[in-house]
């Protein structure tokens, strides 16, 4: 079973607009699917990426991976400024 909140809200008039456009170029069923939408496109364009589950898996594989160590910046400027 899911659990869905529910709200009372109050919107400007442009922003219930801006919702109906977004209803309609989806084809959602209601206004409450217009904002669900608009705050997972919000989560994924604005938040940071490490709220992300991906960008934590991510970080996992590339701490597991193959490193150099070089020690100090004079020793990786050595290593790589030939």
């Known amino acids: 079973m899911i659990y869905m909140a529910q709200a009372m809200i109050h919107i400007e008039e442009e922003t219930n607009r801006i919702l109906s456009i977004v209803k309609a170029k989806y084809g959602?069923?209601?206004k409450s699917?217009?904002?669900d939408l608009v705050v997972k496109k919000y989560k994924?364009?604005?938040l940071?990426?490490?709220l992300h589950?991906?960008?934590t898996e991510k970080?996992?594989?590339i701490s597991k991976g193959k490193h150099i160590?070089?020690?100090s910046v004079e020793n990786l400027r050595k290593r790589y400024e030939k």
């Open 48 to 50: 940071e990426p490490a």
């Open 44 to 46: 994924e364009d604005s």
């Open 33 to 35: 699917m217009a904002i």
């Open 53 to 55: 589950p991906e960008y």
């Open 28 to 30: 959602l069923r209601d």
């Open 59 to 61: 970080l996992q594989k």
């Open 69 to 71: 160590f070089v020690g």
